[in-house]
């Protein structure tokens, strides 16, 4: 059983360009959730999805996209790479009023 | 606003010394409160969630209480595998979001 799988791993884009972060859900999950982490910030919602179809802003949403077209994928969208979009990104999944489950993360750094 | 603080940000243990991580918390109306364990480079990995005060959860050498302004994780022996850091989040009954605290870094050393 994968969990919730995120690709890539690492990433290094140049400012200005664009890229999306995947994230995959095996586990039938309505819920999914985009988060960056910070050092010293603690990790913050950038957007949030209730279902395929259904999409919501987090605290951090400026500079990016989602889409939530199946169940399983709920893929984030960076526009015009900036330096203060280098972070830590987490993808999670859950049935909402209970517990979140994350994957392992995509390190990006914008140079 | 739905706030959650962790103290201390960083503790040091010896092997077999107990001790609580805290989490306090402000939140209009708690659906839920949540404990992760975070390695570093992976993602967080959930270990309890309570829903209301005075429950209690317990795996192994962790266990987590709730209050309603705050949530304990006591930790009872330490080893040095339990060395990560734990992050605390809450979840509010009119949300869907989860509000998380920055942390506490725990090192046990043998």
Redesign the interface.
């Known amino acids: 059983n994968a969990g ?1 799988t995120q690709t890539p791993k690492f990433r290094i884009l140049k400012i200005g360009q664009s890229m999306t972060l995947q994230c995959t859900q095996d586990m039938n999950h309505n ?1 999914m ?1 985009w ?1 960056r982490q910070d050092p ?6 950038i957007y ?1 999805s ?1 279902g395929a179809g259904i999409t ?1 802003k ?2 951090v949403p400026n500079g990016y996209n989602v889409s939530r077209s199946t169940t399983e994928d709920f893929p984030l969208r960076l526009e015009l790479a900036a330096p203060s979009q280098t972070s830590v990104y ?1 993808c ?1 999944s859950g049935w ?10 995509t390190r990006l750094t914008v140079v | 606003e739905d706030q959650v603080t962790q103290s201390p940000e960083a503790l040091r243990l010896q092997e077999g010394e107990s001790s609580s991580l805290n989490c306090s918390y402000t939140v209009s109306g708690l659906r839920g409160l949540f404990w992760y364990r975070q390695d570093p480079g992976k993602g967080p990995e959930f270990l309890f969630t309570l829903y209301s005060a005075g429950e209690e959860k317990e795996k192994e050498r962790l266990k987590a209480t709730l209050t309603k302004k705050e949530s304990f994780l006591h930790i009872t022996a330490p080893k040095p595998e339990d060395s990560a850091t734990y992050l605390c989040a809450v979840q509010a009954r009119t949300g869907n979001q989860f509000y998380f605290g920055t942390g506490t870094s725990l090192t046990v050393i043998p």
């Open positions: 919730v819920y959730y988060y010293g910030m603690g990790l913050k919602l949030y209730v919501d987090g605290e987490f999670a909402g009023a209970s517990e979140a489950f994350f994957g392992q993360g």
